[in-house]
């Protein structure tokens, strides 16, 4: 056996090395220039048909999920609507994926991928509901599995959430190696990666986002079925940007041109991610703006080379949301529609009520994911153990939310309200972070065409933003 | 001290990387703690706590690291309860 260096800066400078063996992907493949690449035939070369991944899918105990009419819901919006509006919120029920949670899609794949290509084993870098997706498709493969995770801060304490999304992976046999707070996560999958020779099942990889399609699809599918129309708006909760790519791209492959595509996270600026105190004072643990923003600003600042989530390419507008808010929503759903669903599945869930009232009565929208809920995974737990870590929990008018000092759960419905984030903004920082990748004097035709469909707008709008 | 018997289910620790090793451009606060990491398997000889050993993880990998818990356990919960949340979605809050 090889003994290779593994200092910080050795291991990272052998990255291209193990993606390239942990992959079976070579991304200078598709590479044009330091920002183009050939995003739709990397996608295409995967090799899988939506057939394929919804048989591959069906074997694991994925997919199929029921899609629920919220009718004690959608009655209390109308109530506290404009007359006429109020649209029909439908609730797709991905927490009845093996594992728990819509991550099970990605798993899936990426599992069947690791076992076609002869790997004994699969790793995946993930603190959220993906290593219980990944440990369980592993199970069900008869694959080893590794996942690393960061849990806790330099006092060794750890979000109930976290620790609870550990137990889950335990549960179904992963070997899971938990991690302080730091970057450096991605640093230990490399080596973890270059140790066992195991397939690196990154969120981010063709597999794993051709996974989510089959969900896109079938929200398509039941809507048409049962209401004779296509959704109008589906809202998806957005964090590293895979949910709703591959949502959006499942919508497109049944023909939902005119569905809205929107985006939705829980607002938690002012905290630093890398943070050791900041992590035990955010009450989510994913789908919030700390990775939300940055990963629609610069998808490939990721564990591989191209990331294949690409959300601003697929989103019309990005709503966001407090953490009182979504607390209230989870509580909500509880009492009026009889289910108990994990708080983070109900981010999207709470931009649907703001949307809902802004919507015609006849109109659809839909909220594409719910996640299991259970001890440390409840809203429950998140709120005493912000308490705790000297948070101020109360009721009142969410706008007074203060990430890391105060959680004000609304007192009223009419209180959920969210707010709009600027998609311009988000598409000029995006072109910012291209232009510190490569000079824009540098940029070819190529590049504004990939910049353009990247932030779904025209080579016209990206050449007019000041940046180019 | 009491010795722990090989093949126990147990948790190790060990510092992946010091202070000085870690990432460049962390914030203060992060940077001044190791980077730790903790895992659980079945110890391979025996061993005292807060002793360098090495275990078997449930997927067969040997790691070697200090002994910190014997039968490592969950006990995360619900949490106390909140009151703030009780009332939502009842006839009190005109529901």
Redesign the interface.
Known sequence: MTIHDT??AAVMARKNEIMKQSLGIDYDDYVQSPIAFDYERMMAETGYTMDDIRRIQRETKVGDTPLFELHNLTA?VRRISEPGKGATILLKDEAANASGSFKARRAAISAYQALIKGYR?MIAATSGNYGAAVASQAAQRGL???IVQE??D?RGVGQ?EI??KG?KC?AY????????????LF??LLRTLEE?GFFNASLYTPFGIRGVESLGYEVAEQVRTRYGKDPDAVVITHAGGGNLTGTARGLLQAGCTRTRVVACSVDLSGL?M????DFNRKSFTTGHTGFGVPFATWPDRVDVPRNAARSLRYMDEYQLVSQGEV??IT??L???EGIERGPAGNISLTAAVTLARQMDEDQIVVVQETEYTG??K????????A?ANGIE???GDPVENVPGKAIV?P??LSQVQGRVQDMDKLRRSYLKNAAERLPVAEWSGNDFEFLAADIKKDVEWVRNQGVA | MTKISTGTWVEIEQIVLTPEERAPSLPPETKASPYVMRVSGFLVEDAELGQATTVRTIIGRELRGMLRVVNPSYSHSFGETVPELLTIGTEAENF
């Open positions: 200092s910080y209390a084993g080893k599995s590794i849990v806790f330099s109930p620790v609870e137990r335990e046999g992963a070997e899971v190696i938990k991690l302080s707070v730091g970057p450096e640093y230990m066992t630093h890398a943070s050791d105190r607390f209230y509580e909500l509880t009492k009026l001890a440390g409840h809203h429950n737990s998140q709120l005493a153990f308490h929990v109360r009721r759960i007192e009223h």
